[in-house]
C-alpha cells in the first residue's frame, strides 16, 4: 500500500514534491474512503490530482513511471555497456544552467512493516541510496542499508549476506535491484522491489493497447460479467452482454446489443467505439488492483470517458474491503464535490512564471465549511486552472466579403 511518493528535481518538479496519501485524521467526513489496517493512521483510498494543460500534474505520473524504470532496469546495460538507466530517466528541471541531481522516495506498507525507499542520482550515478523500515506493531524502526558513492552499509538483518556482495554493486546501479536478482534468505528486497511494482502507472492513451483484453477479459467475464454489465450500462451504452469466443485460434470478444425488433445481435468488440474500450480495459486495471491489493496511478483518467463511468470507477475502490488504491490526473471537476471526496484526497498543481511546478492538497487551503469545492477551484481560489490574458475576438466576416 503507498503511504507516500516524492520526487525532487525531475522535470518541473524543482523543488521536493511529496504525495502524502495518509489521511488527516482530524477529517470526519467519508470514513468509508479511507483503509484502516489498525496501526493507527488511515489512508486513502482515492486522490484525485486536477492542473491545468501544461501546469506539471502529467508530470507527476511521469517521476512514478521514471522512478520504476530506474528500479526495473537498474542492470540492464551491466553485460552490453549500452546507456544505463539513471543515464536514460535523469531528466532534471530544464531552466537551470547548473543541473542539480534528482532524487526519489516511496514510503509503502508491506506485511506488517513501513518501508522507506529512496535514491539520489545523475546522469553518471547513484549519488546515495536508503532503505528504513519500522515494525507496525512494535513501532521499532531498523536501517536495512544506507549507500553513498563511497560504500554501502547494511543493517543487522541482512548483513551477513549483504556483505559478501557489495563490492560487485555497479555505481550506476541501485542497491535494491542488485540484490533484488540475488536469491537470498532475506525476502525484504524482493518484497519492497515488488511493492512499489505494484502500483500500475497507466499513461493517458492506455486504450490503445488493447492486448490486456486478450489476457485477463477471459477470466473478467468468468469472475465478474455482472459487474462488468453494471459498469458497461451505467450510461445505457446499449450493451447488454459480452461474450468471448474462444473455439478459434484467437480469442474473439463480442458485445450484445438488443435490437428495435427486441432481437439480440452480437457486435465484435473491436468495432466499438474507443470511449467503450477503454471503459473496459480501464475497468480491467481497477479489476486487478483490487484483487492484488495494488494501486493504479492513471493519467488523465477523464479521457474519452463519461463522469458517470469516472465516479462508477472511484466506486469501485470504496466499495472493497482490500487495501487497493486509485491516483488519477484530471481535468474533471464532476466529482470535485464534498458529497464524494474529502478535502485530503484532492490535489492542485500548478506552474509560476518560472516554470516551476507545485502541488498542493486542498487540506492545505482554509476552506469554508459550505464551500462548494469545485465552484472555488474555478474561480482559482487553489490554483491549479489556465490563466488567460484578455484578448480581444476578431469580427467574423458576412456574407463571404471582408
Not at 5 to 21: H, P, Q, Y
Request: hydrophobic letters at 40%.
Amino acid at each position: 500500500m503507498l503511504v507516500q511518493f516524492m520526487a525532487k528535481n525531475v522535470l518541473s518538479f524543482r523543488e521536493e514534491t511529496i504525495l502524502d496519501m495518509t489521511a488527516i485524521n482530524a477529517y470526519k467526513e467519508h470514513e468509508s474512503n479511507l483503509i484502516d489496517i489498525g496501526c493507527g493512521e488511515k489512508f486513502l483510498r482515492v486522490a484525485a490530482v486536477y492542473g491545468a494543460n501544461a501546469s506539471g500534474k502529467s508530470n507527476l505520473y511521469l517521476a512514478m513511471s521514471y522512478f520504476q524504470r530506474i528500479i526495473i532496469e537498474s542492470l540492464n546495460n551491466v553485460s552490453d555497456h549500452t546507456e544505463s538507466a539513471i543515464h536514460k530517466y535523469y531528466i532534471p528541471f530544464s531552466f537551470e544552467e547548473q543541473k542539480e541531481n534528482s532524487e526519489f522516495q516511496v514510503v509503502e506498507i508491506l506485511d506488517g512493516f513501513e518501508y522507506c525507499y529512496g535514491f539520489e542520482y545523475n546522469a553518471d550515478c547513484i549519488v546515495s541510496e536508503w532503505m528504513y523500515r519500522k515494525n507496525l506493531k512494535t513501532k521499532r524502526k531498523a536501517t536495512v542499508f544506507e549507500r553513498t558513492t563511497e560504500h554501502a552499509e547494511f543493517g543487522a538483518s541482512v548483513r551477513k549476506e549483504c556483505d559478501l556482495y557489495k563490492e560487485q554493486i555497479p555505481s550506476d546501479a541501485l542497491v535494491l535491484s542488485f540484490f533484488n536478482k540475488l536469491k537470498l534468505k532475506t525476502d525484504i528486497f524482493r518484497s519492497v522491489y515488488s511493492g512499489i511494482l505494484d502500483t500500475l502507472v497507466i499513461p493517458s492513451d492506455f486504450c490503445e493497447d488493447t492486448r490486456i483484453l486478450e489476457r485477463y477479459l477471459p477470466n473478467i467475464i468468468t469472475e465478474q460479467k455482472e459487474k462488468l454489465i453494471e459498469f458497461l450500462t451505467a450510461i445505457d451504452m446499449g450493451i447488454k452482454d459480452i461474450i468471448c469466443d474462444d473455439h478459434e485460434e484467437d480469442l474473439r470478444f463480442f458485445t450484445v446489443h438488443r435490437g428495435k425488433d427486441g432481437r439480440d445481435y452480437a457486435l465484435n468488440l473491436y468495432a466499438e467505439s474507443e470511449g467503450t474500450i477503454k471503459s473496459i480495459i480501464l475497468f480491467i486495471y481497477a479489476s486487478m488492483a483490487i484483487w492484488n491489493n495494488g494501486s493504479i496511478f492513471i493519467d488523465e483518467l477523464n479521457t474519452k470517458l463519461h463522469p458517470l463511468l469516472l465516479k462508477f470507477i472511484v466506486d469501485l475502490f470504496y466499495e472493497q474491503k482490500s487495501t487497493a488504491q486509485l491516483i488519477y490526473t484530471t481535468h474533471d471537476t464532476t466529482l470535485m464535490d464534498k458529497k464524494f471526496f474529502r478535502r485530503d484526497q484532492i490535489w492542485f498543481v500548478q506552474k509560476d512564471e518560472y516554470g516551476y511546478s507545485e502541488l498542493q492538497a486542498l487540506s492545505e487551503f482554509k476552506v469554508r465549511s459550505d464551500a462548494s469545492f469545485e465552484k472555488d477551484y474555478l474561480a482559482g481560489v487553489y490554483g491549479g486552472i489556465p490563466f488567460l490574458k484578455d484578448f480581444e475576438m476578431m469580427e467574423g466576416q458576412q456574407n463571404g466579403v471582408g
